[in-house]
């Protein structure tokens, strides 16, 4: 929603903004010339108001979402919003359950470093590209699609099925997973989804193109009939680009049908990651990037907040810690990023802090979440972070029963709450050469920051 607020306004708009509380984020909205409130009225909807956008953390009887269909003022949702500003523009959306961030935010790196000047709102902060949001250039200024509407990058999210109100030139699918179950019902429905959203991309004669897995994103399912130009990555030698990945030496490559295209080394560690990467590259070049500039991009790109962020050294008795902040909150997640980090960090410990996010989504994949930590030898659960859900859902599962279920499978893992006995237990118990990884879609990341005081940090990474 900042990222919006900040477009239009930047396009010319009068924006103001409502939160619960005030935060840094509002804060530099407010330094931007975009004011916003905190009492949660309907006192504080402008009078000179022309549309109301809501998030979809904003509940229908929000009060002044009752105010604005009392004045009888369009309303729309975050998405749809985003749909207006992607019609004019040459629109890349970035879907999968997993990595579109991440992607998004290489890719614009890559756009940038190119000449291409693209305009983004991404999900999390990369200060490389100027934070979540840019406005970018009305049109492609060099290369072969010069001349054609501005390039606008955004993230294509499926929850709600936000992403039909998309209206994507080129789209890209990293991923298909069971998740947000509450909506959906089932994979099946989840597939269906995107198969819709796959289908918003125009015909190859209008310049429609969708990059998709090859594996885990059931493609045959979701690309069937398509209009647009449809190609394959991934690490399967049958995919049209394929892609290697050295995860010790955090070295990846991609060739197109046998011709060899570009090598770099990533910033952040893991398999997942290089084909986060690599779909980012594949993109810049189908908007008229050349690789060597590509490869030179990725090299550089030094990753974003909360994404495999290394917070850096902490000192503790006998030495020092390591300290990472991660955003995931899905047990693929999850897994893959602990997995990449023990291999890339190889530590005497991991220890990982993880916050569930949603009590639906816990229990659903309570299960998966217990198979997820496997790389861990410890893992400590703060109270599920309650966001959504009804108050019923609420009482359905617990952080303790994850507990219990980790326990089951032979992991070391204890419930703790608040945040501030988190922080006193890792300063307890972390030694010289252990790994700590904080993790989740909620405030845990306020453990990260409070472990890491000013004053005790050793050696960035």
């Not at 530099?28 to 956008?53: H, K, M, N, T, W």
């Not at 990945?245 to 197109?256: F, N, Q």
């Not at 995931?328 to 991991?350: F, M, Q, S, V, Y």
């Not at 916050?355 to 861990?376: E, V, Y």
Request: one cysteine or more.
């Amino acid at each position: 929603m900042s990222g919006l607020a900040r477009l239009l306004h930047q396009r010319g708009a009068r924006c103001t903004g409502s939160d619960a509380v005030p935060s840094d984020l509002t804060e530099s909205l407010r330094a931007a010339g975009i004011p916003v409130s905190y009492e949660q009225s309907a006192a504080e909807l402008p009078g000179a108001c022309d549309l109301v956008i809501a998030s979809a953390a904003i509940t229908p009887d929000h009060p002044e979402l009752l105010a604005a269909q009392q004045r009888g003022l369009d309303l729309v949702t975050y998405s749809e919003a985003l749909g207006m500003l992607q019609k004019d523009r040459t629109s890349v959306c970035v879907a999968g359950t997993h990595g579109k961030s991440t992607t998004s935010a290489i890719l614009c790196h890559a756009l940038i470093e190119a000449g291409l000047d693209p305009g983004f709102i991404i999900g999390a902060t990369c200060a490389q590209i100027g934070g979540g949001s840019r406005i970018g250039a009305d049109s492609i200024p060099t290369g072969p699609l010069a001349g054609l509407p501005g390039v606008l990058v955004s993230e294509a999210c499926e929850f709600n099925r936000s992403f039909h109100n998309h209206r994507p030139t080129i789209g890209l699918i990293n991923n298909i997973e069971e998740d947000h179950l509450d909506i959906y019902g089932s994979l099946d429905a989840i597939i269906e989804a995107f198969a819709d959203f796959a289908r918003l991309v125009p015909a190859e004669a209008d310049g429609g193109r969708l990059l998709i897995a090859h594996d885990g994103a059931h493609r045959r399912e979701v690309a069937s009939g398509l209009r647009c130009r449809v190609e394959t990555f991934g690490f399967h030698p049958d995919a049209d680009y394929y892609v290697t990945c050295e995860s010790r030496a955090r070295r990846a490559s991609v060739s197109h049908r046998g011709d060899a295209l570009a090598t770099w080394t990533m910033s952040m560690p893991g398999a997942h990651m290089a084909l986060n990467y690599a779909a980012a590259g594949i993109l810049a070049t189908w908007l008229g990037a050349e690789w060597p500039a590509v490869a030179a991009a990725q090299q550089s790109f030094r990753g974003l907040d909360r994404r495999m962020q290394c917070l850096g050294a902490k000192r503790v008795t006998g030495g020092e810690v390591v300290v990472y902040d991660d955003y995931g909150h899905h047990p693929t997640e999850i897994e893959t990023t602990l997995r990449a980090l023990r291999d890339a960090e190889r530590p005497r410990r991991l220890i990982c802090v993880f916050q569930p996010h949603q009590h639906s989504r816990t229990r659903f994949l309570l299960d998966q979440f217990a198979r997820s930590f496997s790389s861990a030898d410890q893992v400590i659960v703060p109270h599920i972070y309650f966001v959504r859900d009804s108050e019923i859902e609420k009482t359905k599962v617990s952080a303790r029963d994850l507990v219990d279920r980790l326990r089951q499978r032979g992991v070391a893992a204890r419930h703790l709450h608040p945040f501030e006995a988190i922080v006193e237990h890792l300063e307890a118990e972390c030694r010289d050469g252990d790994l700590v990884v904080i993790m989740g879609a909620g405030p845990v990341w306020k453990v990260a920051r409070q472990f890491m005081v000013p004053g005790a940090a050793g050696a960035s990474c």
